[in-house]
């Protein structure tokens, strides 16, 4: 990695957004649980830190329809994920490995 490079490798920002008025939000599909298990995973691995990964808390990314989300950049890969084995998919593959995970990735015609 060259001195002109990111200060990461690699960013992940899970949306926790909660929404109080009644519409679906991440919060409501265990968004937390997600970011955890993934802050974790990316610890475990010896991932974590300059140069490498960093977990991200976000609030609303406004994909709220594919919900819960996290996206990772520099790619841009949008994710949706339902249990911890999605969670670690991600981790090992595109954090660890930077290959996406095709059958997570959110389509692009989801929006709020």
Sequence with gaps: ??????????HIFFC???????????????????????????KAAGLAGPGQVRVNKAGCLDRCAGGP????YPEATWYTFVD??????????????GQVVDRL?????VGR
């Design 69 to 72: 989300v996290a996206v990772v």
């Design 16 to 42: 926790l957004n909660q929404r109080d008025n009644g519409q679906s939000s991440c919060g409501d599909h265990q968004a937390q649980a997600g970011f955890d298990r993934c802050k974790q995973q990316v």
């Design 1 to 10: 990695m060259s001195s002109m490079s990111s200060y990461y490798q690699r």
């Design 84 to 97: 911890d084995s999605d969670i670690d998919e991600i981790v090992e593959s595109h954090l660890k490995n």
């Design 105 to 109: 990735v959110l389509p692009a015609d």
